[in-house]
């Protein structure tokens, strides 16, 4: 099982600045493809949802809007391999902050 820090939902779900971070991109989607795919099994924890969703929606990082990053985040989450006992939890977190 891999462990999913918040780089690799950064990198999968803000938009690339430079050629590195495409490449990182590319990487990660990777990753969460396999794991789409149930090739890969990978989970993560609460605080690193936390930090994705705070840097996605912080003015001074990416500034996303809330049904953006809500939308974003709950597909990475949803992924098929993506375990983890707070999984309903992170979901049913995600409605509330949308609405």
């Known amino acids: 099982m891999i462990f999913v820090d918040a780089n690799y939902f950064l990198r999968l779900l803000a938009p690339p600045a430079t050629p590195h971070d495409l490449e990182m991109a590319n990487r990660s989607a990777h990753l969460f493809r396999q794991a789409r795919s149930g090739r890969k099994q990978m989970t993560t924890s609460d605080a690193v949802q936390a930090e ?46 949308e609405e």
């Open 52 to 97: 994705v969703a705070y840097i996605l929606t912080s003015p001074t990082s990416y500034g996303l809007p809330v049904e953006r990053t809500v939308r974003l985040l709950r597909t990475a989450v949803e992924v098929r391999g993506m375990k983890a006992a707070s999984k309903t939890s992170w979901l049913h977190a995600l409605t509330i902050w």
